[in-house]
């Protein structure tokens, strides 16, 4: 089996692998499943204090993390085909369909920023990616990274218990995951669907789809213009979502 490699250029290697370390990742961290390396770029840093940045062109507040000590960390690992990975909010927002990407490969290589970012020109000249996890910011990229590898690791094989588990999940199929219910089958006055506890599997399918359609159309209509484009029809409700939709109303 071929371990898949994580490496973290970052100013914190304490940080990981963190929560990484804890659950389903962990053992699988444990067993070789993957494995968790970490590059400080303050190794790299310039003259007796290895500073790392340096105020920006222009003016304006804040430091900026120079190129040369960026570059050198990059090129002090060996990426073997491993994309290099910056998380940053000016990136493309990071999808599904990119953590299957980055899974399905030997791993990932992740810079973490810090200050108010990295020289535009080592993210040009080294093909980096950047990627966004949401519209937000963080004091660094090491939580994000964190964010980012975590959810590659779980869809690599034998780290979670069951695949048809992956396959259900919020983003699988573009859309949002259906609700959940266990025992007990009333709680607070709040009943389970009747139609999770007839043992009728083709209906189980149905309404859950239905309501994943339902949850995606209201909660995230991006996603849901997206799915309706993939599958070919306008955007215009389908009825079967209508029907849901006004379930959850």
């Known amino acids: 089996m071929t371990t898949w490699q994580a490496t973290a250029l970052t100013l914190f290697p304490e940080m990981f692998p963190g929560s990484l370390g804890c659950s389903l990742a962990g053992r699988a961290l444990r067993e070789g499943i993957w494995s968790m390396h970490t590059q400080d770029l ?33 090129d002090d690992v060996v990426p073997d085909g491993r994309p290099v990975i910056y998380p940053t909010p000016r990136g493309r927002m990071l999808t599904q369909a990119d953590v299957r990407r980055y899974a399905a490969g030997p791993g990932v290589v992740v810079l973490c920023g ?27 990229g090491e939580v994000a990274a964190l964010v980012l590898l975590d959810a590659c690791v779980r869809l690599l094989p034998g780290v979670m218990g069951s695949d048809a588990s992956a396959a ?65 029809e306008d955007t215009s409700r389908p009825a079967g979502a209508r029907a849901s939709a006004d379930r959850l109303n």
């Open 114 to 140: 810090r200050y108010e970012g990295v020289d535009e020109r080592v993210l040009e000249a080294r093909d980096i990616e950047q990627v966004s996890i949401g519209d937000y910011i963080l004091s660094g």
């Open 42 to 74: 303050r190794a790299h840093g310039l003259g007796r204090h290895r500073t790392i940045d340096d105020t920006p062109f222009g003016g304006g507040a804040g430091m900026v993390m120079r190129p040369d000590v960026v570059s050198a960390a990059l």
């Open 168 to 232: 259900e999940e919020s983003f699988a199929d573009g859309l949002l995951e259906y609700p959940l219910y266990t025992k007990p089958a009333q709680w607070e006055g709040r009943d389970v669907p009747d139609v999770l506890l007839s043992g009728h599997h083709g209906a189980i399918a149905r309404w859950r789809h239905e309501m994943a359609e339902a949850a995606t159309r209201q909660r995230r209509p991006d996603l849901w213009a997206a799915h309706v484009a993939r599958a070919g």
